[in-house]
């Protein structure tokens, strides 16, 4: 846990950087899609900023008083705000003790922070509290807000925060992290990740939940069709009763464009190996033809259409591309 995400890595010596020449800004605001590790790093980061010697690329020593204190979580100058449990907004009680600047520093570098997580789940007197501390920031005092969603937050907010975006890891990098921390297998990691969206730390839930077997079933139905064994009105109907139209037309979207891909690239990797016996039969053109059809869909969202019908026009014309016929 202690480690530094590979990923991280450039982000992590950034900020280092800026705080070994005293530049630390009062405020950052942590982007990242879902699953990157943002909050991770948040921790890590305060853990550093509050350790006695943190180490020479600035981890946290994992020993020292105040790292102590940090393990037990009961470290008085790391805050971490957060809904409350059942709630999904953050109230304003919460934001006071923040800016009431009360909290006790037994840290020798007296450094507070406060992480906000996540920050798009602050209610409007909340946003307004914290607005008024990042107006007049208090010294020693790093307020980290995290969000997945940073068009849900008040631009007064976004613009008095020092931005840092978590990137995309590379595919080894995620496949290895998966690898090494879930219980999957070599052969299932490729396919984690892209059920992920590339965020490596979505995987445990994906596997928790039995994402990945469910979503595999729906590809063994999707590869069913391609080659006549069932038809698209059985399928659509039956897709339709377990599952929520968005999440279907992302699905056939990524393994479209998993065949588009292989079909222009023949030697590389595919997450969906099942797919590999269509290629030869697939027509690329109405490959891309269909994938544009299934972003129209998915833009006039499948709620304001019939789902069943359009599932069904979908799978149907799939079963032509998957058999050239136009
Ligand atoms: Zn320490």
């Known amino acids: 846990m202690n480690d530094l995400l590979p990923w991280h890595l450039k982000t992590w010596n950034h900020i280092q950087e800026a705080r070994r020449q005293n530049r630390l800004p009062h405020a950052l605001l942590i982007t990242g899609a879902l699953g990157l590790g943002k909050a991770r790093f948040a921790r890590q980061l305060a853990e550093s900023l509050l350790c006695e010697q943190p180490q020479e690329h600035g981890l946290a020593c994992g020993h020292c008083r105040q790292c102590q204190l940090l393990h037990a979580q009961s470290h008085p100058d790391l805050r971490m ?106 052969g299932k990691a490729a396919q984690l990740l892209q059920l992920a969206n590339g965020a490596p730390l979505r995987a445990p839930d994906l596997i928790e939940s039995g994402a990945l077997e469910k979503h595999n079933r729906l590809l063994d139905d999707f590869v069913a ?74 833009r006039a969202s499948m709620n304001n259409l019939n789902p069943q019908l359009a599932l069904e026009s979908i799978l149907l014309e799939w079963s032509r591309v998957a058999n050239g016929e136009s």
Do not use: H
């Not at 064994?229 to 992302?250: G, R």
């Open 81 to 186: 705000i957060v809904p409350e449990e059942g709630k999904a907004q953050i109230g304003i009680d919460a934001v006071r003790a923040l800016v009431a600047g009360n909290t006790l520093s037994v840290g020798r570098n007296a450094y507070r922070v406060f992480i906000i997580d996540p920050a798009e789940s602050m209610g409007r007197a909340a946003a307004n509290a914290l607005l008024k501390t990042l107006e007049e920031p208090i010294e020693g005092t790093l307020i980290v807000l995290l969000s997945a969603r940073i068009d849900r937050l008040p631009i007064t907010i976004r613009s008095r925060c020092q931005l840092l975006k978590l990137a995309a890891p590379a595919e080894d990098d995620a496949i290895a992290w998966i690898e090494s921390n879930t219980p999957a297998g070599a």
């Open 225 to 298: 069709i391609a080659m006549g064994k069932t038809s698209a009105v059985q399928v659509s109907e039956v897709w339709l009763k377990e599952n929520q139209p968005a999440q279907l037309l992302v699905y056939m979207a990524s393994w479209l464009m998993a065949v588009i891909r292989q079909k222009m690239i023949p030697q590389a990797e595919t997450a969906f190996p099942g797919l590999q016996s269509l290629l030869e039969r697939l027509d690329l053109r109405l490959a891309y033809r269909l994938l544009d059809k299934l972003y129209e869909t998915e």
